[in-house]
Structures are given as C-alpha cells and as structure tokens.
Nanobody, 122 residues
C-alpha cells in the first residue's frame, strides 16, 4: 500500500538548520509531484513548498523562500526539505504529501506522511 514516512524532525535552536526526509513506497514516486506542509498547534495546515516529479520545478511559500529548499532523489524514492535559519515560528509538525496534480492546495494531495515534529527554541 501507499506509504510516506517522514523523518528528521527534532529540537533545534533558532538560526540553525534541519533536513527532513520523506521516503515513499507503494506507488510510482518518480511520476508524482511532492509537497511539504506544516501545522502548528491551534493553526491550520500551511503550505510550505512543492516540487514536481522531475525536480525541475519548485515553489515555496513566501515566508520560506530563501530559507527552505526542497529536493528529491527518485532513485531513493525520497523527497527532502532543507530548512535553514530556523525561527521559533517555524515550529510545527511537517508533513510530506504526494499529488498527481501540480498544486498548492492540500486537498489535491491524496497521500500523506505521518508527520515529523520540529521544535525551534529561541
């Protein structure tokens, strides 16, 4: 069955970096677009960024632009989220998701990871 496993979260000081990973199985990863979303306590799920099937196209939310980088390795069925210059407001549970569509709308992502928690201390 389809499975997305998120990892790499943890506690980090503000200004430092983390790299999240999402390993996919059970579907043809290399033809799917991938997105990263996050949800902080008491807040709605928020779009972070997305990458197309080949890795040639990337889109980021404005607040993450320049700090976050999405990449993928189709040979490893893995998508990454490199987060630099982390801020306390970046603390959230981060989720990867797969979509056949090229979209920012979370409703178009049909498969989701379990999430990985990122905590940023001031």
């Amino acid at each position: 069955q389809v499975q997305l496993v998120d990892s790499g979260g943890g506690l980090v000081q503000a200004g430092r970096s983390l790299r999240l990973a999402c390993v996919a199985s059970g579907f043809t990863f290399s033809v799917h677009n991938m997105g990263w979303f996050r949800q902080a306590p008491g807040k709605e799920r928020e779009f972070v960024g997305r990458i197309n099937w080949s890795g040639s196209l990337k889109v980021y939310a404005e607040s993450m632009q320049g700090r976050f980088t999405i990449s993928r390795d189709n040979s490893k069925n893995t998508v990454y989220l490199q987060m630099n210059s982390l801020k306390p407001e970046d603390a959230a549970v981060y989720y990867c998701a797969a979509s056949a569509a090229w979209t920012t709308d979370s409703y178009d992502y049909i498969d989701w990871g379990q999430g990985t928690k990122v905590t940023v201390s001031a």
